[in-house]
């Protein structure tokens, strides 16, 4: 008897020296950052919730930080069934109103910060592509979407603030290097919001785009099956070059 709680008592002492041995070397080993832009009429925290299983999987590995975009959204729609936030709208002309307003918001929120993904949902998703392309985040190393859709509107924002970008500064980044950094885009067959094509469109218009089609519908991929597809391009384009800057 004496002799097994010794063994047990051994045992929890080995396990705690490793648990605080593995404390301390994290602590040097900074994790890979992704920065989450939610859909349409959600906020940081819903998205959070509704991708929790591939949040899970991605937190051991990665510091997500999720971010509220800046308009408040009345009424129903979106993909938060209203209310929520959202980087920008759509007047009854048509046109997307605010989105310049988004990137400026992003760049302000983010100066301080350095990010190695942009991963985002539809609307948020856009923005992520949008983004690499104008360079107002700068060192990110990869871009993933869910059910996002080419806009027009916001490319072309996204490309004057690139073309700006480079003008002032030439060690910047421009447009080029831009649509180089690899893009992963999920569509869903069944989405009836954002049908298949128009990924698609995102990823030719993005650059060095793949497109990984899923069953589901309108929403960002958590079966294991897609996250682990997510989590190898992360760990191809991401993880690898961060441990050999580390």
Not at 6 to 11: A, G, L, Q, R, V
Not at 98 to 126: A, K
Not at 180 to 203: M, N, W, Y
Request: aromatic share 6%.
């Amino acid at each position: 008897m004496a002799s097994s709680s010794n063994d047990k008592t051994m045992k929890m002492t080995t396990s705690t020296a490793i648990a605080t041995a593995t404390a301390t070397a994290t602590t040097t080993v900074t994790k890979p950052r992704i920065l989450c832009l939610h859909g349409l009429s959600q906020s940081g925290a819903t998205f959070s919730q509704k991708i929790g299983g591939a949040r899970r999987k991605l937190a051991r590995y990665y510091d997500l930080d999720f971010l509220d975009a800046p308009v408040r959204v009345t009424g129903t729609g979106g993909e938060g069934g209203g209310g929520g936030f959202g980087w920008w709208i759509r007047n009854e002309q048509g046109e997307h109103v605010g989105v310049e307003t988004s990137f400026e918001y992003i760049r302000q929120q983010t100066q301080h910060q350095t990010y190695d993904v942009l991963l985002g949902f539809s609307q948020g998703g856009l923005l992520a592509t949008a983004l690499a392309l104008s360079g107002d985040v700068p060192g990110i190393k990869a871009v993933v979407t869910a059910g996002s859709p080419h806009v027009e509107d916001a490319f072309q924002i996204a490309m004057a603030r690139a073309a700006q970008r480079h003008n002032h500064n030439h060690n910047h980044i421009s447009l080029e290097a831009g649509k180089a950094i690899p893009k992963l885009h999920f569509a869903g067959e069944t989405d009836t919001i954002i049908p298949v094509e128009r990924v698609e469109q995102l990823s030719r218009e993005g650059g060095n785009g793949t497109v990984l089609k899923h069953e589901k519908g309108h929403l960002f991929p958590t079966k294991a099956s897609e996250v682990n597809a997510m989590m190898e391009f992360l760990e191809t384009h991401v993880h690898h070059h961060h441990h050999h800057q580390a």
